[in-house]
């Protein structure tokens, strides 16, 4: 199974573009890479998945090198509410597979 | 919108004692999770079941059980509560399963043994 490497913590400032990025040097065919955001005392929320190359939606971009050995979630011009503990996860797609969560890098925004 | 219940938001048991952890989810998904969070270590996955009466080791299951009689809820146990088992706990469901589908967690449930 995929494990995943995150950094541990990251500061930037308001307005900034914010880059994670979480190597999975073993992640298999059918993995896909998922990105959840957490707030203290609360669920992790979904943010965006891929496969390959490049994902955006309203929130973020994934950006995922032909290798897929790494991935990079890009934050566009974070504020302070982006303050948050950010996942990275790599899983299997078939019925039942198992899920691994990185170790999350801890994301403070300053004004 | 999905909506994912968790029994209690904060609990405190005795050691030995047996306790249950309750989540329901409202949206008809056919996969539930049970995981645990703790300082340093991120999220890690216990149990999880793809169908009613159907259950899978996750990477920690030791010294907990799970049951699930309906497709809606998924309940975790502690056979006999240790204090190594005071943690956040993490319920989550999904329509299906794998990585592909997105998981939606509930607020999740301080369990303090003493």
């Known amino acids: 199974l995929a494990k995943t490497t995150q950094p541990i913590s990251m500061d930037s400032y308001e307005g900034q573009e914010v880059n994670i990025t979480c190597s999975h040097n073993?992640?298999?065919?059918?993995?896909?890479i998922t990105w959840y955001q957490q707030f203290p005392s609360q669920g992790p929320r979904f943010i965006i998945q891929?496969?390959?190359t490049k994902v955006t939606n309203e929130v973020a971009s994934l950006f995922i090198p032909a290798d897929r050995k790494s991935s990079t979630l890009s934050l566009p011009r974070v504020s302070l509410s982006d303050t948050a503990v950010y996942y990275c996860?790599?899983?299997?797609?078939?019925?039942?597979?198992?899920?691994?969560f990185g170790q999350g890098t801890e994301l403070s925004v300053k004004p | 919108d999905v909506k994912v219940t968790q029994s209690s938001r904060y609990l405190v048991k005795r050691t030995g004692e047996k306790v249950f952890l309750e989540c329901v989810q409202d949206m008809d998904h056919e996969n539930m999770f049970w995981y645990r969070q703790d300082p340093g270590l991120g999220l890690r996955l216990i149990y999880f079941?793809?169908?009613?009466?159907?259950?899978e080791k996750g990477d920690i299951p030791e010294g907990y059980s799970v049951s699930r009689e309906k497709k809606e809820r998924f309940s975790l146990i502690l056979e006999s509560a240790s204090t190594n088992q005071t943690s956040m706990y993490l319920c989550?469901?999904?329509?299906?399963?794998?990585?592909?589908?997105?998981?939606?967690f509930g607020p999740g449930t301080r369990l303090t043994v003493t």
């Open positions: 073993n992640i298999a065919t059918n993995d896909y």
């Open positions: 996860l790599v899983g299997e797609t078939y019925w039942g597979g198992k899920l691994i």
């Open positions: 079941s793809y169908d009613v009466k159907m259950k």
């Open positions: 891929g496969y390959k």
């Open positions: 989550a469901s999904s329509l299906e399963g794998g990585g592909s589908y997105e998981q939606y």
